[in-house]
């Protein structure tokens, strides 16, 4: 089930990736948008080389069995490099939707303080090669959801409340929004649970949960795309 509910997030995430090559060939949209289509690709790649990169490296291929019994054979260190990266742009991103000189600062200081957190977070424990960051991911998360009430902040003092529904921010925003709400409590809990029980029940659970979760954020992202229009961002 687990490689099934893996292929799966990657065709959603394509699917989102190409929705949004469609929205930025067929309209004139702004840097941060095309910025934001990259991004999806850029996750989608990375999915896929973090499930390549350790079949190859265990594989024949004398470039890449050398690594074999080396802190880069698993993919721990691709995830963390992907997280650093979409955690940052899409606090960025919403950043740049901010009318507000100050609290578009806060933001911009946050993610300096997240980025330079992340990296001594690498540099002084050993988690980049062997596990997933739990202070980037919870981190990235609480800056994700400060970044999006910023901007619902200034949504609901603005005219543009009347066309939220027709703003492709509005979609990103939601999607990002439902997806960190649900799946950031899951993984810190998934942490104490590994502490105290070994059973796949809370394993199952998680991964269908994080199933859900990935097809509500990439369908709502997919939605965006496809109906709303630059002008009206």
Not at 52 to 78: A, H, R
Not at 89 to 117: C, D, E, H, T
Not at 171 to 182: D, E, N, T
Not at 194 to 215: E, G, H, M, R
Request: net charge positive.
């Amino acid at each position: 089930m687990e490689y099934g509910i893996i292929f799966l997030i990657m065709c959603l995430e394509l699917i989102a990736a190409l929705a949004g090559l469609y929205h930025i060939k067929k309209h004139k949209v702004g840097t941060y948008t095309k910025y934001l289509v990259y991004v999806l690709f850029f996750v989608f790649f990375t999915e896929v080389i973090s499930i390549v990169f350790p079949l190859v490296v265990s594989g024949d291929i004398e470039l890449f069995s050398s690594l074999q019994g080396t802190p880069f054979e698993n993919n721990f260190w691709i995830h963390n490099i992907q997280l650093v990266v979409t955690f940052a742009f899409f606090a960025a991103y919403f950043r740049s939707r901010l009318k507000r000189g100050f609290l578009a600062k806060i933001i911009q200081l946050l993610i300096f303080v997240f980025v330079v957190g992340a990296m001594l977070n690498f540099i002084l424990t050993d988690v980049y090669f062997t596990t997933i960051s739990k202070f980037t991911y919870i981190a990235g998360s609480i800056l994700i959801l400060i970044s999006i009430l910023f901007y619902y902040f200034e949504l609901l003092q603005s005219d543009n409340i009347l066309r939220f529904s027709t703003s492709l921010t509005f979609y990103i925003s939601v999607g990002s929004l439902l997806y960190y709400l649900c799946v950031t409590p899951l993984f810190i809990y998934s942490r104490y649970y590994y502490q105290v029980d070994s059973s796949k029940i809370f394993d199952n659970f998680y991964i269908i949960a994080l199933a859900i979760a990935n097809i509500i954020m990439y369908g709502i992202f997919t939605l965006g795309f496809l109906l709303c229009k630059p002008n009206q961002n």
